[in-house]
């Protein structure tokens, strides 16, 4: 997953592993396991969701969840169900919500984004460029060594 852009994944698993690590709502203290999580959502969302269902749908061993559980997050997420999907309107959808995760954190805002509009193509490529090699040298001081 590391090397797929911002917010898109391949996989309902990397989907939803995106989901707690960026879009675990503010203010809550991050889950610690799994049992944690599906106690946020079915709290939350009104849906009884069991940390084993969670556990299989953030390994990969479940990739064909229930409406029910899609609906519990896409409503403790905050995201259209569509993020869920594997399709081409998937990955629109899950790049809105990577870019709506940015505003307001880590001084990027409404402003910043405004100003990035506002820049010619060769200003936005530029910061696009700068942007992707920040987060591969990032990458690269996060992977242990041996």
């Known amino acids: 997953m590391a090397d797929e852009p911002l917010g898109v994944a391949s996989s309902l698993a990397s989907k939803i592993e995106w989901l707690i690590q960026n879009r675990w709502p503010s203010g809550s203290r991050p889950p610690r396991n799994n049992v944690e999580v599906a106690a946020a959502i079915s709290e939350a969302a009104g849906e009884e969701l069991s940390s084993t269902t969670i556990w299989k749908l953030r390994t990969g061993r479940s990739d064909n969840p229930q409406l029910k559980t899609l609906k519990a997050l896409s409503a403790f997420f905050g995201v259209p169900i569509g993020y869920f999907g594997d399709d ?13 995760s940015l505003v307001g954190k880590s001084g990027l805002n409404r402003e910043a984004l405004r100003a990035l509009v506002e820049m010619s193509d060769g200003g936005r490529q530029l910061v696009a460029d700068f942007i992707i090699s920040a987060a591969r040298l990032e990458r690269g001081r996060n992977t242990p060594t041996t």
């Open 88 to 100: 081409e309107e998937a990955d629109a959808t899950a790049d809105r919500v990577a870019a709506s």
